[in-house]
């Protein structure tokens, strides 16, 4: 059974760091791009492409909000993409899912779209907040 489980989500104050995991289950992630999309509670039609990397060759997006803030990593050997979060804003709490997508196109597109993402986790709360 295909699963990704996020971990790391929670309360933060601002300018502080936080980093998000994402472990893959039942399939190995050669050849696939995992991003990390978000969603503002309450905002149920609104997601936001934060960030995907490409698992093969490590090509990276990053959303312009995020940029110089976040960094998503991966590793091969655990299975497990990470985002790694500093200087958090108010503007940053959300629902952070894990998604992942065969490798098909571009690591930008498939970010954008979302829709060749084929497998998401269950989402894990992160709040900025003082």
């Known amino acids: 059974q295909l699963q990704l489980v996020e971990s790391g989500g929670g309360l933060v104050q601002p300018g502080g760091p936080l980093r998000l995991s994402c472990a893959a289950s039942?399939?190995?992630?050669?050849?696939?791009?995992m991003g990390w999309f978000r969603q503002v509670p309450g905002k149920d039609d609104e997601y936001e492409s934060v960030?995907?990397?490409?698992?093969?060759?490590?090509?990276?997006y990053y959303a312009d909000s995020v940029k110089g803030r976040f960094t998503i990593s991966r590793d091969n050997a655990k299975n497990t993409v990470s985002l790694q979060m500093n200087s958090l804003k108010p503007e940053d709490t959300a629902v952070y899912y894990c998604?992942?997508?065969?490798?098909?196109?571009?690591?930008?597109?498939?970010?954008?779209?979302?829709?060749?993402?084929?497998?998401w986790g269950k989402g894990t709360l992160v709040t900025v907040s003082s």
């Open positions: 960030s995907c990397i490409s698992v093969s060759d490590g090509s990276t």
């Open positions: 998604a992942a997508g065969p490798w098909i196109t571009t690591v930008q597109t498939l970010c954008l779209t979302r829709g060749g993402m084929d497998y």
């Open positions: 039942g399939f190995t992630l050669d050849d696939y791009v």
